[in-house]
């Protein structure tokens, strides 16, 4: 039974790390709306005016 406990403490543990790294990285970026007039540069992380 103790053995048991232990697996199952040490699984919810971990849980919350192992899903933070499997979420972390640019393959999982964030869709991000600019407002009306602006496009999302993806270089610099900002929205900026769109030209032309």
Same mark, same amino acid.
Request: proline share 4%; net charge negative.
């Given at each position: 039974?103790?053995?048991? =406990?232990?697996?199952?403490? =040490?699984? &919810?543990? &971990? ?10 990285? @640019? ?10 007039? &602006? ?8 929205? @900026?005016?769109?030209?032309?």
């Amino acid at each position: 039974m103790k053995i048991k =406990t232990l697996f199952a403490c =040490t699984a &919810l543990c &971990l849980s919350p790390g192992l899903a933070f790294a499997m979420c972390s990285g @640019e393959a999982h970026a964030a869709a991000i709306s600019c407002a009306d007039g &602006l496009v999302f540069v993806g270089a610099t992380n900002t929205c @900026e005016p769109v030209s032309g």
